[in-house]
């Protein structure tokens, strides 16, 4: 089958350009097995669109044949934001929305449009996040950073040791908290090894105009913040409270962006307060989150799961790996094979200081890594060793230290951006 190619237009006010971003939208809902898309939720998709100037791709089927229509059978997007990588802030490509339909699977479409896009990305380093760990690896991204999945019990088994907040929380609408939440989003960015900038989109989700689970408004959507001993705010969390149902207790489902540990520490005694709840549930958690450390008896906390969050893929070595913190002065020359071409060669990286110069080179790597294992180093949530130890890396023993000691160490990297 020859499918038709194409991307949409995100900006074409025109009732057909906007019909086709419709249509194309409703094949990403379809993909993910989400219901038809309301008009609400249009509407969110078209701004986000329009203010992250996605690049929305897509296959179609040729007019005339059966089954053709403004649907597309395969769907794709990218976006250009940042990530701080450590040491510098840098572009980040991001891609989501992947889908090809069921009736078209494993015929490449997958492929074609992935290999198009990274083709025309000018970012040094691009990002997704997978609903499958088998698929990705082939194009170069490796599983970056990693977060956890937790339920604590809020019962009188919570208590914190020893903590006085030196500030306090207060309740605010989430409409009204935006502006507070976007200021301390920024500055989480800025200093959050792994942080990615958010998309358009947020916005609506936390102000409760857009519940992504109903298609309407989210009425049942939280917010508290909490002011330091200057009453300036240095965190908030979003939170949303549900009935419990069989042996389901009532829980509280929470996200935090916290600047500090008596903020984060602050914000749990408070969800741990909240009347009527016994459970406080958060899906992204920090992989060091200090709660753990900071309660006298941390049994209370439920790991449910340790996941993979951001799945990294260096597209420019020299600009990506220039942007990174490196931990000791010295020498080595990383070969890096790249199907796809990107990262491919041998880079000479001279680390003095903390920062490095990548330089193109013919000497003989030192050690050689494919993409994929590339992007899991990046950023410094994935140890050398670890993946020397898995067989990722070739080349000798020493060269394996040596990398280890440049590349491991400082902040587990994490990112609080869903996309
Ligand atoms: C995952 C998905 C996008 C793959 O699309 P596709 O067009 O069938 O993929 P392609 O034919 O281009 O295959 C590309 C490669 O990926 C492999 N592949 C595809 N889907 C895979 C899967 N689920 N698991 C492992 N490998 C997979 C193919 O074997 C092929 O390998 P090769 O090129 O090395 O031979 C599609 O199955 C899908 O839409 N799934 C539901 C939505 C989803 O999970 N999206 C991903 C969100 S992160």
Redesign the pocket.
Known sequence: MEYEHRTLDPHDDTAEGKAAVDAWMGAVSR??HDGRPSESTLEIWRETAREDSLRLAGAWLPEGTFGAGPLPV?TFSSWTKTLNAGAATVPLHMISD???SPAH???????RMMVDDLAQATAPVAA?T???A??YG?FGFGPATFRRRIEVDTTSSFALRDFVDPGRVELVEPADLWDTASDLFDRFHASSRGSVERPHFYRAWQTGRFDPATGGTDDKLRGAVHLDADERPDGYVLYKYAEGEGDKPATVTAELLTLDTSAHLGLWRFLADIDLSSRVAVRNSHPDDPLYWALVNSDVIGVRSVYDHLWVRVLDVPVALGARPWFTDDTVVLGVTDPLGHAEGAWRIEAVDGRAEVTATDDDADLTVTAETLGSLYLGGVRVESLASAGRLTGGREAVERLGRLMDGGPAPYSLTSF
């Open positions: 993909g993910f395969a992947v889908t090809v699977r494993r015929r490449g479409l997958l492929r997704l997978v609903s499958e088998s698929i082939r």
